[in-house]
């Protein structure tokens, strides 16, 4: 099972990033995929999460400025977040989860700049 996260990178307050998660080795379209951030010396935290119906789900932190969704055919998931702010600095994880199985990606980095 691979989950590779990709789209992280330094944006100004107030930016625009896309998160990119292609998973292979899972039967992708029946499992829930979620995306996690982790700032340093914080808790692993739930950002968005969209079940195998495409039924989304959001932290407060995130909501109304981020939207989680999935392809698939491509086997990703995508989480789009706008109107960024430091608070959201943090190594972004991507998840997968069914009933079986909970597997992790490796992250990747999210900077916002003030």
């Known amino acids: 099972v691979q989950l590779q996260a990709s789209g992280g990178g330094v944006v100004q307050a107030g930016g625009s990033l896309r998160l990119s998660c292609a998973a292979s080795?899972?039967?992708?379209?029946?499992?829930?995929m979620a995306w996690y951030r982790q700032a340093p010396g914080k808790q692993r935290e739930l950002v968005a999460s969209?079940?195998?119906?495409?039924?989304?789900g959001y932290a407060v932190s995130v909501k109304g400025r981020s939207t989680i969704s999935r392809d698939n055919a491509k086997r990703t998931v995508y989480l789009q977040m706008n109107s960024l702010k430091p608070e959201d600095t943090a190594v972004y994880y991507c998840?997968?989860?069914?009933?079986?199985?909970?597997?992790w990606g490796q992250g990747t980095q999210v900077t916002v700049s003030s």
């Open positions: 998840n997968a989860k069914s009933s079986v199985m909970n597997y």
């Open positions: 080795g899972i039967i992708f379209n029946i499992v829930t």
């Open positions: 969209i079940t195998s119906d495409s039924s989304t």
